[in-house]
């Protein structure tokens, strides 16, 4: 039976972008272990740690998890640039929407943490695998969503993090 939860968006994730109401609803049962089909634009496995209910915590894994991520990454990056190239840039928003969540997952989670989009400008400059000038250039992107220099932007920091990915890995 599927339990349908009424959770509260927590300080901790509030942001236009991507929560317009104060509250949310999910399945929970989708939640209690890794399922790579979720879509994690508006961070459900956050929302349902940050309101105390039992579920998988990805960023306990974040290395194991990072690959998905950028794999889902080069099936929403064609679909933007599809977008873009048809000058349908009011369509790019949720895909967009969708890369920019997954980018701040797998940052947040490839450090051992799971996303805070309150002070995450203080938190992301301190990690220690992140693209230069991250801060500043998401700040861009998460200001203009759906512009064309915003999934440019996106793309390369996809780029960057990879490389990061990787030499992390190496590191350890």
């Known amino acids: 039976m599927t339990q349908l939860l009424s959770l509260r968006v927590p300080a901790e994730l509030k942001h ?6 104060e509250e949310t609803i999910l399945e929970k049962e989708d939640y209690n272990e890794w399922n790579c089909l979720i879509q994690l634009e508006n961070f459900p496995y956050e929302l349902l740690f940050y309101n105390k209910v039992e579920s998988y915590l990805p960023w306990k894994d974040g290395d194991g998890h990072v690959p998905e991520l950028l794999e889902k990454w080069k099936k929403i990056e064609a679909e933007c640039g599809l977008l873009f190239s048809e000058r349908k840039a009011g369509q790019a928003l949720e895909p967009m929407k969708q890369g920019i969540g997954l980018f701040l997952s797998a940052v947040y989670w490839m450090h051992g943490m799971p996303v805070v989009m309150s002070a995450w400008q203080g938190q992301i400059k301190d990690f220690t695998y992140i693209p230069v000038n991250l801060v500043e250039r998401l700040s861009f992107i998460l200001a ?3 512009f064309f220099h915003s999934y440019r932007q996106l793309s390369e920091l996809f780029r960057e993090f990879e490389k990061q990915y990787v030499k992390s890995r190496i590191k350890k």
């Open 16 to 21: 236009p972008l991507f929560f317009s109401n």
């Open 144 to 146: 203009r969503p759906a």
